[in-house]
C-alpha cells in the first residue's frame, strides 16, 4: 500500500452477541441506535483511509459494546500511528461521538487536523479567553456582529489569523468601518487553537474545505457494508471474542484483495493467472 498521507476516518459497528436484562445491560450492554435497542455483545472501531478509491480499512480494534466511540477513538488513533510509522496521518473526521477535548488534544498532539462536527448538547463550557465573542463554529465576530473571515494558519506562531468582513469584501457596509481600525488593512484578530482545541480547529469548523473533508467520511459506512452484507459478517453465529476477531480481519484482508484485483487486474490479468493454476493442478 502505496499511502504517504493519509485522511483517516472511523467508524464503530456493533456487533449484537445476545439481549440481556435491563440490570445486566446497565453494567455491560450498550444502546444501540440504529437498532433502536440495548445490545450486549462487541463493537469494531475501524479506521478507514478515507481518500483512498477503494475505502480501505487500514486498522480495526474490537472491543466491548459499551465502550464509548470517544475513548475507542483514543485508544485505536494512539495505536494505528504507533503500529504504521511510515504514514503521515493528515486529517481525522469523525461524528459527534467524537467531540470531546481528549480527542482533540491527541489530534493536536499527533499534529492531525480535526474535522468533528460539534454536538448539540455539547455547546457550553469553552475554554477560550472570555472577553472574545464567537459563534458556535469558533468564528470571532466583529464588533459590528459580524462573523470575521479567515485568512490562514500561521504555522510560526501556531495561530489563526482573521480579517475584517468588509476589507474582505464579504459584507456590503458596515456601521463601525470609520472607528473600528485606522488600518487600511482592516482589524484583524488571532485565535490560538492551543487556548480551545475544540473551537479553534486549524481547518475552520464550517468553511467549504471543512465540509469538503467531511463529506469523505461516508467512505467508512461503505466499509462497513462490504464486511456485513458482502462478506456475511453479521450472519456469523459466534460468541468467542477471538473468532469474531478472526472474522472480521479476513473481512477487511478481503477488502484489500478486491482493491488489489481491481487495481492490477488489466495489468497481469489474475483470473487468467487463477485459471491457468487450476488447470495446470489438474
Known sequence: ?????????????????????????????????????????HSIYEITAAD??????????????????????????????????EFSFSNFTGDTAHD???????????????IIPIKENNKGNPKHPAALTLTQ??????????PMIN??????????????????????????AS??????YGRVIYTKPSWDFRLFTRIPRGSPLWKTILAKRTSSERSFKRKKIDYKLENARVRSRSYWFIRSMLTAM?????????????VIQIKK??????????
Open 1 to 41: 500500500m502505496a499511502l504517504k498521507n493519509v485522511l483517516v476516518n472511523p467508524r464503530v459497528s456493533t456487533i449484537v452477541l445476545a439481549q440481556e436484562d435491563s440490570q445486566t445491560l446497565m453494567l455491560h450492554g450498550a444502546f444501540d441506535s440504529y437498532r433502536e435497542r440495548y445490545v450486549y455483545g
Open 52 to 85: 483512498s478509491p477503494y475505502d480501505l480499512p487500514i486498522f480495526f480494534k474490537l472491543a466491548a459494546a459499551q465502550r464509548h466511540d470517544s475513548v475507542l477513538s483514543v485508544i485505536t488513533l494512539d495505536e494505528a500511528i504507533k503500529f504504521y510509522p
Open 100 to 114: 470531546a477535548y481528549a480527542v482533540y488534544s491527541l489530534l493536536h498532539h499527533f499534529n492531525i487536523d480535526a
Open 137 to 146: 463554529e469558533g468564528i470571532p465576530v466583529c464588533i459590528g456582529e459580524f
Open 151 to 176: 485568512s490562514g494558519f500561521c504555522k510560526d506562531r501556531c495561530r489563526i489569523k482573521w480579517r475584517c468582513p468588509l476589507i474582505a469584501g464579504k459584507i456590503p457596509a458596515c456601521a463601525h
Open 179 to 184: 472607528t473600528c481600525s485606522q488600518s487600511p
Open 254 to 266: 478481503c477488502q484489500h484483495v478486491d482493491a488489489w484485483y481491481s487495481e492490477f487486474d488489466s
Open 273 to 282: 493467472l487463477i485459471y491457468s493454476w487450476r488447470d495446470t493442478a489438474t
